[in-house]
């Protein structure tokens, strides 16, 4: 099975700053990556798909890029609504694994 | 409005079964590749399972920590996922949640729709 590394486990941040989670894979995947949202008893929410595309309705200060098995999520400006744990996910193979999760929160 | 509802969560023994149940409405469900996730309390997101579509011959694929114990059907006339979860074991408690493959018609990995949730405990 394909291993997903996340880092880091949580972080705190200020609203309006930059923050940057990575996701590692254990082989190559290409750009077979999604990340995705859950805020508090809330079912997860697709954010990013094939690496670095924003899916319809997310806004714009979220962002991914990588491929192969590094990968970076990047929030642009922090807002309070964005507080949450995120996961990257692989699909290149089945089982299609989750990273451990990163959860944010407001310094 | 697009969406997954799950249901039949509840308590139930060690080697026991339960059947959840997920329906959908709102789009063309049939066409739909669909998954099955799980979260155990305070804990990450783990893949359980997959059923393909009518297309490609509703064919299932399981995790390891599930496999021979858990299955996955649909009902397209019902709109309708299962998971039939049989030997059920203290591990398996968590929230369950079904969710749609993005891609119509086909595999994509991605999954753009998701229900609440059904929690599931395992307990004596």
């Known amino acids: 099975d394909i291993q997903m590394t996340q880092s880091p486990s949580s972080l705190s941040a200020s609203v309006g700053d930059r923050v940057t989670i990575t996701c590692q894979a254990s082989?190559?995947?290409?750009?077979?990556l999604n990340w995705y949202q859950q805020k508090p008893g809330k079912a997860p929410k697709l954010l990013i798909y094939?690496?670095?595309n924003l899916e319809t309705g997310v806004p714009s200060r979220f962002s991914g890029s990588g491929s192969g098995t590094d990968f970076t999520f990047t929030i642009s400006s922090l807002q309070p609504e964005d507080i949450a744990t995120y996961y990257c996910?692989?699909?290149?193979?089945?089982?299609?694994?989750f990273g451990g999760g990163t959860k944010v929160e407001i310094k | 409005e697009v969406q997954l509802v799950e249901s039949g969560g509840g308590l139930v023994q060690p080697g026991g079964s339960l059947r959840l149940s997920c329906a959908a409405s709102?789009?063309?469900?049939?066409?739909?590749?669909m998954d099955w996730v799980r979260q155990a309390p305070g804990k990450g997101l783990e893949w359980v399972g997959r059923?393909?579509?009518?297309?490609?011959?509703?064919?299932?694929e399981y995790a390891a920590s599930v496999k021979g114990r858990f299955t996955i059907s649909r009902d397209d006339s019902k709109n309708s996922l299962y998971l039939q979860m049989n030997s059920l074991k203290t591990e398996d408690t968590a929230v369950y949640y079904c969710?749609?493959?993005?891609?119509?018609?086909?595999?994509?990995?991605?999954?753009?729709?998701w229900g609440q949730g059904t929690m599931v405990t395992v307990s004596s």
């Open positions: 094939d690496a670095s």
């Open positions: 969710a749609r493959d993005r891609r119509s018609g086909s595999y994509w990995g991605a999954f753009d729709i």
């Open positions: 082989q190559d995947i290409s750009n077979y």
């Open positions: 059923t393909r579509n009518k297309a490609n011959s509703y064919t299932t």
């Open positions: 709102g789009f063309t469900f049939s066409d739909h590749y």
């Open positions: 996910q692989q699909y290149d193979n089945l089982p299609q694994g």
